[in-house]
């Protein structure tokens, strides 16, 4: 079974053999079939877990990739062909702005911030997002009955919060 790097592919642009460019023929041969492919007509997304390929229909060339959700479960994917290695991500735990910069900087991993957009981008084409805030539904106990609404808004770019990994 293969171990798929985050840190690998934020450094790379490739996780694993795969990146932008490559066709949905190597995806399949490396990673073995998606968990669940969403179609349009132009274009595709082959998931595994909250990894996303999105890829031109017409081709078969991956032009994105990405977790949209880096604190879910489900960064620790696993299937039969390969599972993650999450770097720094934990389930469940957000990161701000400044502490993925900083765990950055101990680990003398170069990137650059793109202030217009909120992004750590690396040399290797792949970025960091963060968020301001979110709104949602939820809470901390498992039974749907104690749910509540929430809204989550900060205003300091310092304090945003880490959403997702991204190559386009």
Known sequence: MKTISLKDFALTGFIDKITTGSSTDELVKNFGNPEYIFDTDD???MYYG???FHYWKNTKTIYLIQNVTLSS???NFINSSFNVDP???KTGREFTFKEVKSILEKETVKYTIDHENDFITFKSGVFLDFVSGYKGYG???EHIENWKNFDISVNDVEDYILKGIRKE
């Open 50 to 52: 909250d990894y996303e």
């Open 43 to 45: 274009c595709g997304i």
């Open 87 to 89: 770097w720094f991500l």
């Open 139 to 141: 809470g901390n106990n």
């Open 73 to 75: 479960k489900m960064i």
